[in-house]
């Protein structure tokens, strides 16, 4: 299994930026995908899941309304589109995959790293003021 991260990059305040994953050995539309961020340090945190189809999703209240999760199954990639970032966002980001599937309910707070079984190399995103 491999899932490879791209996209990361600097940009000031306010801009976008979309980051990839691209997987191969395992179905994104099986798994349950995540990003994860890790800022300089500090804990590895939980950005934003998805899963089944209808995709549900799920994001921290802390990027809720700014980024974005979608897939697109044809690829086998997974993608995080990031609007309105923060100097607070700047960390590298990790795709990760795990075979736990969530009800739609399933509260966001309670997404940890130790779930996923399977990540990516991370790309360094920094948002400069």
């Known amino acids: 299994v491999q899932l490879q991260a791209s996209g990361g990059g600097l940009v000031q305040a306010g801009g976008s930026l979309r980051l990839s994953c691209a997987a191969s050995?395992?179905?994104?539309?099986?798994?349950?995908m995540g990003w994860f961020r890790q800022a300089p340090g500090k804990e590895r945190e939980f950005v934003a899941a998805?899963?089944?189809?209808?995709?549900?999703?799920y994001y921290s209240d802390s990027v809720k309304g700014r980024f974005t999760i979608s897939e697109d199954n044809a690829k086998n990639t997974v993608y995080l589109q990031m609007n309105g970032l923060k100097p607070e966002d700047t960390a590298v980001y990790y795709c990760?995959?795990?075979?736990?599937?969530?009800?739609?309910?399933?509260?966001?707070?309670?997404?940890?790293?130790?779930?996923?079984?399977?990540w990516g190399q991370g790309t360094l995103v920094t948002v400069s003021s």
């Open positions: 998805g899963n089944r189809t209808p995709f549900n999703t």
């Open positions: 990760a995959a795990t075979p736990t599937i969530y009800i739609r309910s399933y509260p966001p707070s309670r997404i940890t790293p130790d779930e996923y079984t399977h």
């Open positions: 050995g395992l179905s994104v539309r099986v798994y349950t």
